[in-house]
Each structure stands twice: as C-alpha cells, then as structure tokens.
C-alpha cells in the first residue's frame, strides 16, 4: 500500500503561482511512478502532468505545458507540481496518484488506469 497526501492548495489571484506537495509513506515510492490530475465542478477528472520513478520522463497535459513542472524528491519521498502563470480555468480539486513501475505506463501515462494509489485532493482555486 501507498498512502498519498497532497498539500499547497488555496486561493490565488490569475497570474500568480503555487506549489502543490504530494508526500508518500508505506510502500517504495522511488520505484512508482506518480501523477497530478485534476477535476473541475461538473467535468471528469483528467491528466495534468506525469513523471518516471527516475524522474528522468516528464509528461504534461497541452493546458498546462510551459506553465507547470512537476518534480519529485525520492529522498523526501514527495512529488511536486508548481503551477505558475495560473488561470481561472486551472480551478480544480488536485489529486496525486502512484502507479507500480510499468513499460505501459511511458505510453498510457495519461490514464488513471496506470495509476494504483490516489491521494484525497487539494482544491486549488484561481480567481480572475
């Protein structure tokens, strides 16, 4: 089991940035590759961005690239997502997620089917 707690989340202005922190306890989490998606009001969730148990591949979701960056720090065992240049339309509930290490997953990154573990989501909200 991997337990997923996400923090950072809050209020600001269109424009401004935060950094969302997603910490990892119990099983290995330098070998999981993790995730951020996210889910606004009355949509279905979907991907934002992705990054490899190595942290060497990164992915991320046309809405978000060039504004966002995911990283992690397997020391720490945490993953982030700093979020800069936000818009009102990155208003969502954040979710983090974890997934075994899988050869699928550099193709089906994208897809919470990859993903074992789910956080309980931070809501960031951008007001314009």
């Known amino acids: 089991q991997v337990q997923l707690v996400e923090t950072g989340g809050g209020l600001v202005q269109a424009g401004g940035s935060l950094r969302l922190s997603c910490a990892a306890s119990g099983r290995t989490f330098s070998g999981a590759a993790m995730g951020w998606f996210r889910q606004a009001p009355g949509k279905e969730r979907e991907f934002v961005a992705a990054i490899s148990w190595s942290g060497g591949t990164t992915y991320y979701a046309n809405s978000v690239k060039g504004r966002f960056i995911i990283s992690r720090d397997n020391a720490k065992n945490t993953v982030y997502l700093q979020m800069n240049s936000l818009k009102a339309e990155d208003t969502a509930v954040y979710y983090c997620?974890?997934?075994?290490?899988?050869?699928?997953?550099?193709?089906?990154?994208?897809?919470?089917?990859?993903?074992?573990?789910w956080g309980q989501g931070t809501q960031v909200t951008v007001s314009s």
């Open positions: 997620a974890a997934g075994q290490s899988r050869t699928s997953w550099f193709i089906g990154h994208s897809g919470e089917s990859q993903y074992d573990y």
